[in-house]
Structure formats: C-alpha cells, structure tokens
C-alpha cells in the first residue's frame, strides 16, 4: 500500500488550500482515511479523519474550517482547508487504515504567511 499526498504549499492568512491523498496497493477500500500534522517542535496531531459508515471527525481547532472527503471509487481522501492560519503551518501527512494496518503518506508541507 501506498499514500501519495499532494497539494501543499505557501498562503497568506485566510487562504485556502486543498490536499489529496491517494492509496495504491488496496484491494476494495480502506476502513478509515484521514490527515495528521505535524508542526516543528510538536507532536503529530489528528486534523480530520473519515470512517466508512460514519460522521468525519475534526480536531477542534480546524473544525468549520476543514473540510474532509474521500472518494471510495478512487481511494482517494481530500482535505479542504479554508480561513487558513499561521497556526496551521506543518507538515500534513496522509493516513489510511487498510485491513487492520496503518500506512502513511510522505508529508506534505503547508505554510501560511504573509
């Protein structure tokens, strides 16, 4: 299995981006895909996860702001990321949950400033 994130970058305060996470490598779907951060200094923290069947979950420093969605057809996950702050600066990384075993993404770097 693989994750092959996209879509970082460098905004300015109150931007928006929108990352892409794509899974090769699976065989019918993922129980849960999501998106992780990690900022220097910090620990990875959770940003927004989704599980099939189930309402998405946000940390609450993102929520009304991030919007996440996957694409079962495609494996795909996608991270809408509005009214961006210099707080949301790090590294994002992709996650999935496929068959019990947790895979991740490379990182991908967010930045916002003016």
């Known amino acids: 299995v693989q994750l092959q994130a996209s879509g970082g970058g460098l905004v300015q305060p109150g931007g928006s981006l929108r990352l892409s996470c794509a899974a090769s490598?699976?065989?019918?779907?993922?129980?849960?895909m999501g998106w992780y951060r990690q900022a220097p200094g910090k620990q990875r923290e959770l940003v927004a996860r989704?599980?099939?069947?189930?309402?998405?979950n946000y940390a609450d420093s993102v929520k009304g702001r991030f919007t996440i969605s996957r694409d079962n057809a495609k494996n795909t996950v996608y991270l809408q990321m509005n009214s961006l702050k210099p707080e949301d600066t790090a590294v994002y990384y992709c996650?999935?949950?496929?068959?019990?075993?947790?895979?991740w993404g490379q990182g991908t770097q967010v930045t916002v400033s003016s």
């Open positions: 996650n999935a949950v496929y068959r019990l075993s947790n895979y």
């Open positions: 490598g699976i065989i019918g779907s993922t129980s849960a």
């Open positions: 989704i599980i099939s069947g189930h309402v998405p």
